[in-house]
């Protein structure tokens, strides 16, 4: 569809302001208004009497004008128009604020539609500035989109009817006609016009299985078509497995779940093919040493290997475990944003002569001028902080290099499958040994004296622990942190109280420079406490820490609990999570529980998905996909396997889309996976 080469502005009645409100809406081209699906819709076909209208829920009511609008000016300089609708059986009052068009658009002894809110006061029902349609010629189902600021609903809907009359007649249609055949789908043109002006439900239905399905299925083609890479050849082959050599270098023993992971990966990278596979581990599961066997590989195999992290902080323990980890005889460098300059310059000539055999670091990796000399293997960890596009983007540093991907987030086995389609899946599934369960207490704020006493009784001992804040300083971004805590002012309060222990603090506004310096003191031992935001949230690993204290434990969700509370158990000591709450909701108690409950992370990914349900799960790009606008992957499970298959055999017999009949598709595979990158 080449509406999507033609800008917004081109539409009737869509100026230059307008369009900049779309945009900000991330609506740019026609194409994209057309895709702009509604939120929501009006159902006005089966509207009710006055009577069955209930007072609170928003109905649509047919009945008569008994009178012209009359209008009376209220204080402020308004103006205010009332009439009165029946339907024979009872009586029903208007009111609209400010709109002098009303008497002529209400005529007396005509019907209509009214769509609005219902009230009741003691004596008579009524609606304030109701919608309404002559009864004549009502819609059936109106759309509701998402607006903005000065572009209304209504306003959208006006352009999209505009747009619609734009489609050409022969409008090409990126599923090809056998697929829409075999799976009962529509045309892609009535999809378009039914999902925004549907004439019925069914047809909405209808139009919704549509672009459910292609949505799905672009998106299962884009995933497969990476994992199409494995097909090919790959010229990076380790000839010789050195593992038995690395284990000799660790301090520790690996677990069967470790080893099994590293002897799947091994087999991947023996086999002469390019390895496309997740590691999923539980928190504390081991999962560096598994990356850190690889790369070691990769070196002793005359190789390069890249990581990823999510975080400046993350990267630097990343690398300081792995140096350690791999011995001196193998070259590991740091790279970051931070990095001075002429430390920059270096590594960047090393690693383009082959000098440095593993380059941690975070997005900064990806900067233009980061070249490899022979990049083999590309790892990115905590997976679902990057995007698809990121891990490609790294992994077009080499010729077709290994990827292998690291994810704390466990999803059920057959879902990962599914929207992970390009990736081969290995688990670890066991916690190195020696690991004692994390004790967890849900307590209310009057108890946080007794905890930070709990606290002391272990700094004396010289153990560790973590206070984690929600804010940083007490003037919140509204100016009203009410009663949450700020970590500058908790850091401040507990220097008085607690005199002898050394209290440092860090949060995400802090110089990486800064942020380093506490960690590193922390990590060493030369600090007690750490009072956080969640910034230590992703994989911080220092095992002497063993109290997790966490405040106004009732706004986070479970799976940020989960990895909060990962943060101790790391070492042989016994560590006690604490959760300060005095939240009294449901739903906020159930998620406390849980995590007294069960330390299982796949088990608590199971609850945190019945809690917060599947849209809030996958809207919130946990899982580094590309946004869906219409599929929700949970309840449209039965598409989602139907695709799958779909794209599985499309591609079977054409691997790149290179048929004149899937340049749409190609089109649309192209789209979907450059959008997560614009925003
Ligand atoms: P995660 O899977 O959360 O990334 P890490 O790789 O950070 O876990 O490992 C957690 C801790 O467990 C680290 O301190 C690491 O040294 C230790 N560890 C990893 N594997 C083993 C093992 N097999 N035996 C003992 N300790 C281990
Ligand atoms: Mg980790």
Do not use: W
Request: charge should be positive; charged fraction near 25%; glycine fraction near 8%.
């Amino acid at each position: 569809m080449s509406l999507y080469g033609k800008p917004i502005q081109d539409l009737k009645g869509v100026g230059e302001k307008r369009a900049r409100l779309f945009q900000k809406l991330g609506v740019f081209s026609v194409g994209a208004l057309l895709r702009f699906y509604p939120r929501a819709y009006e159902d006005l076909s089966r509207p009710l009497s006055i009577r069955e209208a209930c007072p609170g829920e928003v109905s649509a009511v047919r009945a008569t004008v008994l009178q012209r609008p009359a209008e009376t000016r209220i204080r402020g300089g308004m103006t205010l128009y009332k009439c009165t609708i029946t339907d024979g059986e009872s009586d029903l009052f208007l009111t609209f604020f400010n709109n002098p068009y009303i008497k002529n658009l209400l005529k007396a002894g005509e019907e209509y539609i009214f769509y609005g809110k219902v009230t009741a006061s003691f004596l008579k029902k009524e609606m304030a500035s109701p919608e309404f349609f002559p009864a004549a010629d009502c819609p059936a189902i109106r759309p509701v989109y998402r607006q903005t600021e000065g572009l209304s609903s209504r306003l959208i809907q006006n352009a999209v009817k505009n747009a619609l009359l734009l489609l050409p007649s022969e409008i090409k249609d990126p599923l090809p006609e056998p697929l829409r055949t075999r799976y009962g789908l529509c045309s892609l043109r009535t999809a378009l016009e039914e999902i925004h002006f549907p004439p019925s439900q069914g047809a909405l239905l209808r139009a919704r299985k549509r672009l459910v399905f292609e949505e799905l299925f672009v998106l299962q083609l884009g995933l497969l078509k990476m994992k199409g890479r494995a097909r090919c050849e790959s010229s990076l082959r380790f000839t010789q497995n050195f593992t038995p050599d690395f284990y000799r270098l660790l301090p520790f023993q690996p677990t069967g779940a470790q080893q099994r992971a590293v002897g799947e990966a091994m087999m991947d990278l023996q086999s002469g093919r390019p390895m496309n596979r997740l590691v999923q581990g539980d928190v504390g599961s081991g999962k560096t040493a598994v990356a850190a066997a690889l790369c070691y590989n990769a070196a002793c195999n005359g190789f390069q290997s890249a990581l990823m992290a999510p975080t400046e902080l993350l990267a630097r323990q990343h690398y300081q475990t792995l140096a350690s980890m791999m011995g001196a005889d193998i070259q590991v460098a740091l790279l970051t944003s931070s990095t001075p300059a002429a430390e920059k310059k270096e590594i960047l000539q090393a690693l383009a002569q082959g000098g440095i055999s593993l380059l941690v670091g975070t997005h900064a990796l990806l900067s233009e001028q980061v070249a490899f000399h022979r990049l083999a293997l590309v790892i990115t960890d905590e997976q679902h902080r990057f995007g698809v596009e990121q891990r490609a983007a790294l992994a077009a540093k080499g010729d077709n290099p290994h990827l292998l991907v690291m994810s704390a987030t466990p999803i059920p086995r057959t879902l990962a499958l599914m929207i992970y389609g390009d990736l081969d899946l290995s688990i670890l599934d066991e916690l190195p040994p020696g690991r004692q369960k994390i004790e967890t207490y849900a307590i209310t704020s009057e108890k946080r004296l007794r905890a930070l006493g709990y606290l002391q009784k272990h700094i004396d001992r010289g153990l560790q622990g973590y206070i984690i804040c929600p804010m940083i300083d007490n003037a919140g971004e509204d100016g009203a942190a009410g009663d949450r805590k700020s970590v500058l002012d908790y850091a401040q309060r507990l220097r008085k109280l607690m005199p002898t222990a050394r209290i440092g603090h860090l949060h995400g506004r802090m110089k990486p420079k800064e942020k380093d310096a506490v960690m590193d003191e922390f990590a060493a031992g030369r600090l007690d406490v750490l009072v956080s935001t969640t910034v230590v949230e992703v994989g911080v690993d220092v095992p002497n820490a063993v109290i997790m204290m966490i405040e106004n434990a009732e706004r986070y969700g479970l799976s940020q609990l989960h990895q909060l509370r990962g943060r101790v158990g790391r070492g042989t000591e016994k560590s006690t999570c604490i959760l300060v709450s005095d939240a009294q909701n449901q739903e906020a108690v159930t998620r406390l529980q849980t995590m007294c409950r069960t330390s299982n992370g796949f088990e608590i990914a199971d609850e945190d998905l019945k809690l917060r349900g599947p849209g809030d799960f996958f809207g919130s790009r946990q899982h580094g996909l590309p946004e869906l606008k219409i599929a929700n992957m949970m309840e449209n499970m039965e598409a989602l396997k139907q695709a799958q298959q779909a794209a599985q055999e499309l591609l079977r017999t054409d691997p790149g889309l290179e048929e004149k009949a899937h340049a749409g598709l190609r089109a649309e595979v192209a789209r979907l996976f450059t959008a997560m990158n614009g925003n």
